[in-house]
């Protein structure tokens, strides 16, 4: 199997040359050539395994390049009862009398509490295994900017590995309590994390202005060094998603719920486009999906490209309380618009050159078509994500946090509009103790302490335990506490590597 940038140049690759390179050189994101096939017999042979033997079987039928024994092993370090706090590691809830048909998909049980990890405790097993093959002697330094969740993640899934350092800058002002005192008090020897002063767009604005710099890459080059990205237009990163989408949809036929063959939707809280793109691969594998509804707050881009094939970012920018989700790039919709566009590279480069020109582009009937037959897209409103919070925690003893919300209403609003009861999956990113303020407030609740104190009082009200790394927290006082200008953030990284 071998990967192409989806703006049609350059070489085709093999998946640790894709994951070892992280962008191609023409700008564009790498993408299988083709999609291996899923067969109603292979996703049968699947029910009956393990979440870490799902996804070694799904991850290597894209990583033909790798011993088949090492991304066993790796799943099985990365998906365990050390890391995981559920058996199932992705578990399928279903509610007591909830809505017919209707599941969550928690894929909030692991170290850091958000989704990102269940890629991300694989990415740094992926990097490191493609830098040997690929004959890589320098050391790489992981730089990330963060709205929150993938900051934390990426320290937790680089902690300590060989041949890797970690720098992580995220808004002073723009992350929760927990999420900063999750970063800020993170262990181990090759991490570093920096508040900047500013908001996420300029902390990203930073990381990549570092990035293009070629004195920086001179430099650290010299001293044996070379950087690379954590987000998702790595392959590395997007590759471990699909499984989970796999596992779901064996859940559901180990419990009963589906026939195998059966159609399922999923419902997916969206911001950079990498969650849900997973679930579109898998569903071009053929795991038998219905729809992919791509849910978003009150930065609503998508749900707008969604309606009128008109992707325009010229817009207020909203700070919400489903701050993952606060986005108006979506970096991994280039490669959507590449399968869309019949793997037509001249046309997403046409895309992209005017996304970054005028701020815009418009995809023609045919890919709208295309983009119809497999999405639809909602909103939700601030206020609507507290009252299905609310309602969730009062009729079902549920609690989720603010991001599944998003999914959860534009969810019930896709059902109202389309008359669809295909059985759906709303896909759960974070734990509610993540965004413990929100959710209180939500339920009605003064906050009444701060910071991490705010998990005991949420506890004690909803009568559910926390994930314990996030009870962990209270009383931990943080060990970065470095704080720098946008235009301190290049010589921060020189600092750190010395
Ligand atoms: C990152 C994140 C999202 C958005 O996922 P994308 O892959 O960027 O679309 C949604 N919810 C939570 C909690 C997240 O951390």
């Known amino acids: ?30 993408v299988p050539e083709s999609f291996p096939r899923l067969s109603e017999e292979a996703i049968e042979n699947l029910v009956t395994k393990t979440y870490s033997e799902r996804a070694a079987i799904i ?73 040997r093959k690929t004959g890589e002697k320098r050391e790489v330094c992981v730089l990330v900017a963060t709205s929150g969740d993938t900051g934390k993640a990426a320290l937790e899934g ?9 720098m992580v800058f995220y808004p002073r002002d723009g992350v929760s309590d927990v999420q900063k005192l999750q970063m800020t008090s993170q262990s181990g020897g090759n991490v570093n994390v920096v508040a900047v002063e500013g908001n996420f767009d300029d902390a990203q604005t930073g990381v990549k202005a570092i990035f293009s710099d070629e004195s920086v890459r001179a430099e650290l080059d010299e001293q044996g060094y070379f950087l690379s990205s954590a987000n998702s237009i790595n392959w590395g990163r997007l590759v471990p998603q699909i499984a989970y989408y796999v596992s779901a949809y064996c859940d559901l036929i180990a419990n009963g719920e589906v026939k195998l063959g059966e159609k399922i ?34 930065n609503d ?45 001249g046309a997403v480069s046409g895309y992209m050159a005017a996304l970054s020109g005028a701020g815009r582009y418009e995809v023609p009937p045919k890919v709208r078509d295309e983009l119809s037959r497999m999405f639809a897209g909602g909103r939700c409103s601030e206020e609507d994500t507290y009252k299905t919070i609310a309602d969730m925690f009062n009729k079902y003893g549920y609690l989720i946090d603010t991001h599944t919300a998003v999914a959860c209403k534009v969810l019930a609003d896709y059902r109202a509009f389309s008359g669809d009861e295909t059985p759906a999956v709303v896909v759960s990113t974070a734990s509610p103790y993540k965004f413990c303020d929100s959710v209180l407030e939500a339920l009605g609740q003064e906050p009444s302490a701060d910071g991490a104190q705010l998990i005991s009082v949420l506890e004690e009200y909803s009568k559910t335990p926390a994930p314990a790394p996030l009870r962990a927290l209270d009383g931990k006082t943080p ?13 921060a990284v020189m600092k750190f590597l010395g």
């Open 1 to 30: 199997m071998l990967y192409q940038s989806t703006r049609g140049s350059g070489d085709r690759l093999t998946s640790a040359m894709a994951i070892a390179k992280g962008l191609s050189e023409d700008g564009g994101l790498f």
């Open 59 to 131: 991850m290597g039928l894209f990583l033909d390049d790798f011993d088949p024994q090492e991304i066993i092993r790796y799943a099985g370090e990365a998906y365990n009862a050390s890391g995981f706090d559920d058996a199932a590691i992705a578990p399928v809830r279903k509610l007591n009398n909830g809505a017919a048909g209707t599941y969550f998909l928690e894929l909030w049980h692991g170290p850091t509490c958000a989704f990102k990890d269940m890629a991300l405790q694989m990415l740094p097993r992926l990097l490191t295994t493609s830098l």
């Open 158 to 166: 680089f902690c300590d590995v060989p041949g890797t350092r970690i």
């Open 265 to 298: 939707s999923f419902c997916v809280p969206t911001g950079n486009f990498g969650n849900i793109l997973a679930g579109y691969y898998a569903e071009k594998m053929g795991l038998p999906i219905n729809k992919l509804i791509c849910a978003s707050n009150r």
């Open 301 to 345: 881009v998508l749900a707008d490209f969604l309606d009128t094939g008109v992707y325009d970012k010229n817009r207020l920018f909203h700070t919400t309380v489903s701050p993952s989700m606060d986005i108006l790039i979506s970096s991994n919709l280039e490669r959507l618009l590449h399968e869309l566009s019949g793997k037509d590279g």
């Open 479 to 491: 060990r970065f506490t470095e704080s720098v200008p946008i235009s301190n953030m290049k010589s």
